[in-house]
T-cell receptor, first 118, second 112 residues
Framework: EPEVTQTPSHQVTQMGQEVILRCVPI?????FYWYRQILGQKVEFLVS????????KSEIFDDQFSVERPDGSNFTLKIRSTKLEDSAMYFC????????????????FGPGTRLTVL | GEDVEQSLFLSVREGDSSVINCTYT??????LYWYKQEPGAGLQLLTY?????DMKQDQRLTVLLNKKDKHLSLRIADTQTGDSAIYFC????????????FGTGTRLQVTL
């Protein structure tokens, strides 16, 4: 069964450094998402991406963050100048999205990347 | 705006039924989902229900939706130790492929 994959599973970085989190969505999916979960808290939406542009973003997704689909398979989240409070589990998700039905709108999540900022 | 709330913890004995509850605020929700998160793992889709349905059954899982009260529940029949996990409900409002808003998650502990 196709699945969303993410690399690395765990990233440790120093405060102020830049990190790139990588995701490979399910191959025929058209919509891509990043969510984050700070330890013990809710899963929060960051950004959605469709047709090579951001379709929606939350107030968390400020200028420190950017997303890119550099090729036909990868979807990346870049965090510039990381802060301690960026430490969280980052989840990538994808869905097919066309036709607006339950099955095509269902988002499938990757296993997450745990980011630790020291 | 959207807000989704769940109780934090539920403990049941193996073999009993578990009922996990969720309330949401946005009346324009189109689909409501249940995801399962095992320790250190990602979010696994369990089931979903369309907002014009009252009930959906899928093997051991039964989802009940009370749209008037904006209340969603997930019943797990014959709960097993492997069901121990955090269960998140999530709502999706109208709009193709729009974002999910998650609840706080309910930690289900299954005891022998």
């Amino acid at each position: 069964e196709p699945e969303v994959t993410q690399t690395p599973s765990h990233q440790v970085t120093q405060m102020g450094q830049e990190v790139i989190l990588r995701c490979v969505p399910i191959s025929n999916h058209l919509y891509f998402y990043w969510y984050r979960q700070i330890l013990g808290q809710k899963v929060e939406f960051l950004v959605s991406f469709y047709n090579n542009e951001i379709s929606e973003k939350s107030e968390i997704f400020d200028d420190q963050f950017s997303v890119e689909r550099p090729d036909g398979s990868n979807f990346t989240l870049k965090i510039r100048s990381t802060k301690l409070e960026d430490s969280a589990m980052y989840f990538c998700a994808s869905c097919f999205g066309l036709a607006g039905s339950a099955s095509t709108d269902t988002q499938y999540f990757g296993p997450g990347t745990r980011l630790t900022v020291l | 705006g959207e807000d989704v709330e769940q109780s934090l913890f539920l403990s049941v004995r193996e073999g009993d039924s578990s009922v996990i509850n969720c309330t949401y605020t946005d009346s324009s929700s189109t689909y409501l989902y249940w995801y399962k998160q095992e320790p250190g793992a990602g979010l696994q889709l369990l089931t979903y229900i369309f907002s014009n349905m009252d009930m959906k059954q899928d093997q051991r899982l039964t989802v009940l939706l009370n749209k008037k009260d904006k209340h969603l529940s997930l019943r797990i029949a014959d709960t097993q130790t492997g069901d121990s996990a955090i269960y998140f409900c999530a709502e999706k409002v109208a709009g193709t492929a729009s974002k999910l808003t998650f609840g706080t998650g309910t930690r289900l502990q299954v005891t022998l």
